[in-house]
């Protein structure tokens, strides 16, 4: 078969006068229905392809929330297609903002019940994204925000640096790994940014914050030279961002992050297991993003996904 072709898209969804409805989009060439999706550009994430398509299709801007599944079928070219999607929730601001027009792609935008989408959709993948999502309505887990845990990009190795540890800098890869964390990492649209204050961490997020404009907060108690000396305040900062309820960068060390996997999943009351402890076992410039409910703390780990780094 040949190359497969890979796209991105999500379940938009919010309340209107209380009720949850979802969009769907009649698309004008194809006559169909279907949930907003579009193909991979080059060198792009595919979370940030599903954020940017949802803007070109519908005017929506917007942040992803929870994934919601994969899906495969075989296109006429004989080529295989694979759609990566999420769930997204919709401001009211983002409403008032979009400067949708009907064109030669889209010909109307419809927000539904989820009963209805059903009946709407012309395709069975997409139903069966739209069912995934359901679980989570039914579940009262709609609402979220995500902790994304970052290890820091490739750095200078600790046999060949002659400074404390926490001056070590970045090499080349591990800048070309900072840069590229931020075309992904602002899918979710973080509205915090914390890191261990040592070097490599400090300057991995360093374009992420240039480009959202979010000041870095250094904290000690996740640096790795607290966590060897067993001084670390991992509990303190975790809890903290999880009591917040807002999405939030956390940039740190190999050695601690199963720690804040830790303390989050407590923060939770999620069971501990090899889903959770897995999702600390990142390679240098690699993220897992942890989604939680923003309605109800005791629900637990919502969901982990873990992107390899782009450089």
Known sequence: MSTAV???????????????HVL???????????????KVDPGESLPRTAVREIAEETGLEV?????????????????EKIVHYWAAEVSERAVHRSTFKPNAEVAALEWVTIKRARGYLSYPPDVEILENFAKLVEQGVTSTFALLLVRHGKAVGRGGWKGPDATRPLVDRGVAQAAALVDTLTAWAPKRIV?????????????????????IKREEGISQD??????DEVRRVVGKRVRSGKTAV?????????????????????????????????????FSVVHLSATNSGSGIIAIETHAPRA
């Open 250 to 286: 956390i940039c740190g060390h190999g050695p601690v992050l199963p720690e804040i996997i830790r303390e989050i999943a407590l923060a939770t009351a999620t069971p501990l297991g090899s889903y959770v402890t897995d999702a600390a076992e990142l390679e240098t410039g690699a």
């Open 63 to 79: 942040a992803l929330g929870v994934p919601l599944g994969v899906s495969r079928y075989v296109l006429a070219s004989g080529r």
């Open 226 to 231: 607290a966590w060897e000396a067993g001084e």
């Open 195 to 215: 890191s261990s204050p040592a070097v490599r961490c400090v300057t991995t997020v360093t374009p992420l914050a240039a480009a959202t404009g979010i000041d």
């Open 24 to 38: 769907v989009i009649h698309r004008t060439v194809y006559g169909d229905v279907t949930i907003p999706k579009g």
């Open 6 to 20: 890979y796209a991105a898209g999500a379940v938009c969804w919010r309340l209107i006068e209380g009720k949850l």
